[in-house]
């Protein structure tokens, strides 16, 4: 049978434009549907913007830090506008540099929402098009609750384009979405409460690094109420919200804002028309190479529910096209020692094994652990500290997890990925010579176990 293209991507995300260009390089012939925006949830409405967010946050901080080096300026003012318009011209090159990928890597641009009409044809706009394989990397969308007034609440899509900053927030939510827009809406001067049900946010996470940062947030007057969740919202007369808690506390607010998770975009795709198949928590099921129950097609990404990591993304992207057409080039996806990094601040920057896991899986311990005040922070009033924390197989001397909460603790933990990645031992780490004054120079001069199995 003929077809109009060796490939068909729905979503022109991370994950989906790596295949995408990728496949074309391979001499396929490719198209991608896009209905939103290129470059996907990071580029737009997630890590991108988000961490230009973080960057203006983090000016309140430098601005009070500097007094202590000498530096006399009047009384700082933000303008809110200002940095949403600068971020949203910085999304729109980036948007551009996502286009010029693809036409550059001869992939057809088609924008508009795809339907899968049956295993091999898919509609945008009216037209039909064929192709042999398709792979879906539509990403997922924010949930809100199902409680009376959620129709007054924002989630992330919506916080990027505020047309001025709230006074006051309620960020509802414990995974790092939640955290880190806590934290922004903290650092730009809101008053900020952090809203989680649980006991202490971040599950999954370091148990050390969770409460470290819990008291480092804290310390900086970041309202924290773990145990709390909203049962209704109201609108006032005024245009301020009231937040019903389920305890019968009623907080008033400017905005809610909620990170409770992420669902994945299936709706509307017309995957009843084929063999499909989703799991339980509704993402689309595939097995190790991303094949769905209907041969001819594929998926990656958030959409599947396993590691929703924008690099993961970006993995399976190039493993997609790979198994399809460069298949001796082909290897699989390791989601082992994966670094992920949480942009609060201070930030958290992770890989390998938490202290808890490790134990779960029968390890016995060497737990090296420092908590330290940052040079930069020495000439300030600031008593802020790093936590860097790694987690040792007692047996082996292998290094199984490294852990840190501090300034630039993702920009550290990449390099250390590497060495994890290479099956490095403790003694690896003493016997390496330390960058000085350097904050990640401490992970190579921990000398003795803070405690041990």
Same mark, same amino acid.
């Given at each position: ?90 999304? %729109? ?113 370091? %148990? ?89 097609? %594929? ?151 803070? %405690?041990?199995?």
């Amino acid at each position: 049978m003929s077809f109009d293209f060796d490939l068909f991507v729905v979503g022109a995300g991370s994950g989906g434009v790596r295949a995408a260009r990728f496949a074309a390089g391979f001499g396929a012939r490719v198209a991608v549907a896009e209905s939103r925006y290129l470059g996907g949830t990071c580029v737009n409405v997630g890590c991108v913007p988000k961490k230009l967010l973080v960057y203006g946050a983090h000016f309140s901080d430098d601005f009070e830090h500097a007094a202590g080096f000498g530096w006399q300026a009047g009384e700082p003012a933000f303008d809110w506008p200002t940095l949403i318009a600068n971020k949203d011209r910085e999304i %729109r090159r980036l948007n551009g540099i996502y286009r010029n990928l693809l036409e550059q890597s001869g992939v057809a641009l088609m924008e508009g929402h795809a339907t899968l009409r049956d295993p091999h044809t898919v509609e945008i706009g009216g037209r039909c098009v064929s192709a042999e394989h398709i792979l879906i990397a539509t990403g997922g969308w924010p949930q809100l609750p199902a409680i009376p007034g959620k129709e007054f609440a924002i989630t992330s899509n919506e916080a990027f384009h505020l047309k001025d900053s709230p006074r006051r927030v309620l960020v509802v939510g414990g995974g790092y979405i939640a955290v880190e827009f806590a934290t922004i809406f903290h650092g730009l001067g809101a008053r900020t409460s952090l809203l989680y049900r649980g006991e202490l946010f971040l599950r999954g996470f370091d %148990r050390g690094v969770r409460e470290h940062l819990r008291d480092e947030l804290r310390a900086k007057g970041l309202d924290l109420q773990f145990g709390a969740d909203i049962a209704r919202i109201d609108k006032q007369a005024g245009g301020s919200l009231a937040a019903t808690l389920l305890d019968g506390r009623v907080l008033e607010t400017d905005c809610v804002f909620y990170a409770i998770g992420r669902q994945p975009l299936v709706a509307g795709l017309g995957l009843e028309n084929t063999g499909v198949r989703l799991d339980e928590r509704g993402f689309i099921r595939v097995d190790e190479a991303y094949r769905t129950a209907e041969p001819s097609i %594929r998926a990656i990404g958030d959409v599947i529910g396993r590691v929703q990591l924008t690099p993961v993304a970006l993995a399976e992207g190039m493993a997609v096209a790979r198994s399809l057409f460069r298949p001796e080039q082909y290897r699989p996806v390791d989601y082992q020692l994966i670094p992920t990094a949480v942009f609060s601040l201070p930030n958290i920057g992770t890989v390998g094994l938490t202290e808890d896991d490790a134990r779960a899986k029968g390890h016995r311990l060497k737990i090296f652990e420092s908590r330290f005040r940052p040079m930069k922070l020495t000439l300030t009033g600031s008593q802020e500290r790093t936590l860097m924390k790694l987690v040792v197989d007692a047996d082996t001397d292998k290094v199984l997890g490294c852990h840190m909460v501090g300034p630039d603790a993702g920009e550290i933990i990449q390099g250390i990925a590497v060495a994890l990645k290479a099956g490095a031992t403790k003694q690896v780490f003493d016997d390496t010579i330390g960058i000085h004054p350097t904050a990640a120079e401490e992970f190579v001069t921990m000398r003795s176990a803070a %405690r041990s199995d």
